[in-house]
């Protein structure tokens, strides 16, 4: 299994950027598909974003569709996760994830997991 490890999370005023990074190591990260989870205080874990292994295909949800951009570098086995136009409902902590084979938006297909990263939106 892949070990997961993000950065980049932190406070921003509405309408500001970030990027969030996950790097990866121990395992063929190239054969993983990998996804962006995303869980505020007292809600469930939602989807996010996730892209395939070789990067050609993406998914969003449709709360995100539009103002963030997963993209990944297999050279460095890393994983990004652009957020642009920042709302406060998008504060939460922010999770990578990483799946053998094709890509599925259900957390629960997830095998590894990083630490988690907060992201916090303010009016």
């Known amino acids: 299994q892949v070990q997961l490890a993000e950065s980049g999370g932190g406070s921003v005023q509405a309408g500001g950027s970030l990027t969030l990074s996950c790097a990866a190591s121990?395992?063929?990260?190239?054969?993983?598909?990998m996804g962006w989870f995303r869980q505020a205080p007292g809600k469930e874990r939602e989807f996010v974003a996730a892209v395939s292994w070789g990067g050609s295909t993406t998914y969003y949800a449709d709360s995100v569709k539009g103002r963030f951009t997963i993209s990944r570098d297999n050279t460095k086995n890393i994983v990004y996760l652009q957020m642009n136009s920042l709302k406060p409902e998008d504060t939460a902590v922010y999770s990578c994830?990483?799946?053998?084979?094709?890509?599925?938006?259900?957390?629960?297909?997830?095998?590894?997991w990083g630490q988690g990263t907060q992201v916090t939106v303010s009016s």
């Open positions: 121990g395992g063929a990260f190239s054969s993983h598909a």
């Open positions: 994830a990483a799946k053998r084979g094709p890509v599925q938006l259900n957390s629960g297909a997830f095998g590894s």
